[in-house]
């Protein structure tokens, strides 16, 4: 069976500094995409970064960027210098050709930027 | 910043009432989902619509009847719901069902008296 598992269900950060989110998956396809998606409080979901696991570099999108360990099928999230705005639930989530190719998601992580 | 629209923002109906959610994109994506989401939890698949046919169903009860007028649109009936329904209904878009990438919308609160 295919999982993801987020294990800090709840986080918090103090403003500009730096936060790591934690994501595991287990699969057995050989290609398939890792993401992260970040729902702020009553707002849309938005996609923040995308992996694609046949590349061996780390995704980078601005403050955002992925530590991606495909061996240990690890896939965290760094937020460098947090703001306000990064407060949300943060999900992971999995897709590949198996399952039916629908998403397989994390349980979230409620993140939340301190002033 | 969304290309994927949803109306309304937020529906009230009771158990007995008929009502419809609508879903847009302008995007050229040939594959929509609607999702059911609760409060600080994942999403949970209900449809997929690829090429403007139903080809997942995640066991939903009938009382959830998906539509699919076209290639942008789609629509999701109510009928009969349970006080339990009540949640946010996302839709969401990708190129096709092998390209993972999703593009949700802001979804449309419901809640079922």
């Known amino acids: 069976a295919q999982t993801v598992t987020q294990s800090q269900p709840e986080m918090s950060v103090q403003e500009a500094e730096t936060v790591t989110l934690s994501c595991t998956y287990d699969?057995?396809?050989?290609?398939?995409?890792l993401f992260w998606y970040k729902q702020p409080p009553s707002r849309q979901m938005i996609l923040v970064i995308r992996?694609?696991?046949?590349k061996q570099q780390n995704a980078t999108e601005n403050r955002f960027s992925v530590n991606f360990q495909k061996a240990a099928k690890s896939f965290s999230l760094k937020i460098s210098d947090s703001q306000l705005g990064d407060t949300a639930m943060y999900f992971c989530?999995?897709?590949?050709?198996?399952?039916?190719?629908?998403?397989?998601w994390g349980l979230g992580t409620s993140l939340a930027v301190n002033p | 910043d969304t290309e994927v629209t949803q109306t309304p923002k937020h529906l009230v109906m009771g158990m007995t009432n008929k009502k419809s959610l609508k879903c847009e994109q302008h995007?050229?994506?040939?594959?929509m989902y609607w999702y059911k989401q609760k409060a600080k939890k994942p999403p949970e698949l209900m449809f997929v619509?690829?090429?403007?046919?139903?080809?997942i169903n995640e066991s939903v009860p009938s009382r959830f009847s998906p539509e699919c007028p076209n290639s942008s649109l789609l629509n999701l009936h109510l009928h009969a719901l349970q006080p339990e329904d009540s949640a946010l209904y996302l839709c969401?878009?990708?190129?096709?069902?092998?390209?993972?990438?999703?593009?949700f919308g802001p979804g449309t609160r419901l809640t079922v008296t």
């Open positions: 969401a878009s990708s190129q096709a069902v092998y390209i993972y990438e999703q593009y």
């Open positions: 699969t057995s396809e050989n290609n398939y995409y």
């Open positions: 619509y690829s090429y403007e046919k139903l080809s």
């Open positions: 989530a999995l897709g590949n050709a198996g399952n039916n190719r629908k998403l397989i």
């Open positions: 992996q694609e696991a046949y």
């Open positions: 995007m050229g994506h040939r594959a």
